[in-house]
Every structure is written in structure tokens, then in C-alpha cells.
């Protein structure tokens, strides 16, 4: 009896100590700062200008925000960390533009932009990167590989087998990888010796489709 009696008197005696701990409340505050959007490209030519439109808005209403409500600041920087650029975006009627003159981009590499934002109360920042090429465009070896590849091996196909129609085939195939040569380029670089790359690879092809139409119109007439 003294048991129970004693776990009742505990039991009772614990419970205003517990209902006197305070409640835990929980406050949303939301997505608050400066959200940043641009206009960054994922490639860009070497050695050429460039700009940039700059929009930044409010995360929590969504608002686009304007000069001088708002004011920013770009930072450029190669791949090994060196600063190239920094500067103050020119402000516009609903967004800021940052332009770059063609002698700060002069090497093959990637890029990163940095925009900074602030408003009296709240900031925010974003970072973008960007690779820059010859062409200012993507890396295209891979399509020229496959394209001469494909080539290559119709053309050995048609041999192996006396077929003129394989060679005729393969010959679209060298000539498309050497016009793809002459207008993107090799890997990335785009110049003259690219370019004679491509011219020989046309030629190539149209060595074979004559060749391949001569052998189909020989056997053709000797049928």
C-alpha cells in the first residue's frame, strides 16, 4: 500500500512542475532578401565585349526592385581566382547592365560572375559561370567524331564488299564532319589551321562520291 500511495504523492507533485515549463512557439519568417537574376550566357567568344542585364527582386513579394532603392556591384574573376573585373552596373528603368570591353576575357577558360545587391534593409548576391572559347561556342569535337567515325567505317564497309551505294554514304558523312570543321571548329578552336582541316575533309568526301558514282555507273553498264 505504501507503494502506490507514494508513486500517487510523486506523480501529483511533478505534475505543476511540468505544466509550468513554457510552450515552445515557432515563428515563420519567410524567404527574405534580394533574389538576383541575369542574363549570363553559358558560352562567350574570347577577345569580344559583352553585356549583361542585372533584375533584382524582393523574395518576399516578389517585387522587382529599382536604382536607387537598390544599388549593385559585379565582381569577374578567371578560374584561378584572379579578379579581373569589378565594377558599379549601369542603372536602368527596371534593372541594371554591366557591360565588359573585349580585352578583359583574352583566354580559353571557365569564368565566374559574381552581382552583390543591397537595399537599405536587406541584400543578396548571386554567382553565374561561363566558358569562354574561340567560338563562343560549346565543344564540338565529339559530333565531328562521330560523324567522321560513321564515315569511315562505310567507306570500309563498301570496299570490303564492293558496294559503290556504301561509299556514296559515307561520303555525305566526311562531307558533313568537314563543314561542321569549317564552321565550329576543333575543340573549341576556331583559326586557320581548323579550317584547312575541314576544306580537306570536303574534299575527301567528294574524292569518294565521285569515285563511289563512277564504280556504280561502271557496273551499272556493264550489266
Known amino acids: 500500500m505504501k507503494a502506490p500511495l507514494f508513486l500517487f504523492l510523486f506523480l501529483l507533485?511533478?505534475?505543476?512542475?511540468?505544466?509550468?515549463?513554457p510552450p515552445i512557439t515557432t515563428e515563420f519568417v519567410g524567404d527574405t532578401g534580394l533574389a538576383i537574376e541575369t542574363s549570363i550566357m553559358?558560352?562567350?567568344?574570347?577577345?569580344?565585349?559583352?553585356?549583361?542585364?542585372?533584375?533584382?527582386?524582393?523574395?518576399t513579394n516578389?517585387?522587382?526592385?529599382?536604382?536607387?532603392?537598390?544599388?549593385?556591384?559585379?565582381?569577374?574573376?578567371?578560374?584561378?581566382?584572379?579578379?579581373?573585373?569589378?565594377?558599379?552596373?549601369?542603372?536602368?528603368?527596371?534593372?541594371?547592365e554591366m557591360c565588359r570591353t573585349p580585352d578583359i576575357v583574352t583566354e580559353i577558360g571557365t569564368y565566374s560572375v559574381t552581382m552583390v545587391c543591397n537595399s537599405s534593409t536587406v541584400g543578396g548576391f548571386n554567382t553565374h559561370y561561363f566558358e569562354a572559347t574561340e567560338t563562343g561556342k560549346p565543344k564540338g569535337i565529339v559530333i565531328l567524331i562521330i560523324l567522321f567515325g560513321?564515315?569511315?567505317t562505310l567507306l570500309l564497309l563498301g570496299i570490303l564488299l564492293h558496294n559503290?551505294?556504301?561509299?556514296?554514304?559515307?561520303?555525305?558523312?566526311?562531307?558533313?564532319?568537314?563543314m561542321y570543321a569549317l564552321i565550329y571548329g576543333l575543340n573549341?578552336?576556331?583559326?586557320?589551321?581548323?579550317?584547312?582541316?575541314?576544306?580537306?575533309?570536303?574534299?575527301?568526301?567528294?574524292?569518294?562520291?565521285?569515285s563511289s558514282a563512277y564504280e556504280w555507273w561502271g557496273s551499272g553498264g556493264s550489266d
Not at 507533485?13 to 515549463?21: E, R
Not at 579581373?84 to 528603368?93: F, K, S
Not at 583559326?191 to 575527301?204: A, C, D, P, S, W
Request: proline share 4%.
Open 13 to 21: 507533485f511533478l505534475f505543476p512542475l511540468v505544466s509550468a515549463v
Open 42 to 59: 553559358d558560352y562567350y567568344k574570347i577577345n569580344e565585349g559583352a553585356c549583361i542585364q542585372i533584375f533584382v527582386f524582393n523574395r
Open 62 to 96: 516578389g517585387e522587382i526592385l529599382e536604382y536607387p532603392a537598390v544599388s549593385c556591384e559585379v565582381f569577374l574573376s578567371n578560374r584561378n581566382g584572379t579578379e579581373l573585373l569589378n565594377g558599379y552596373p549601369t542603372a536602368h528603368l527596371n534593372h541594371f
Open 150 to 152: 560513321f564515315g569511315l
Open 164 to 178: 559503290p551505294w556504301l561509299g556514296f554514304v559515307s561520303s555525305i558523312m566526311m562531307l558533313l564532319s568537314g
Open 188 to 210: 573549341q578552336v576556331q583559326n586557320f589551321y581548323t579550317q584547312g582541316v575541314g576544306i580537306t575533309l570536303i574534299g575527301f568526301a567528294f574524292v569518294i562520291m565521285f
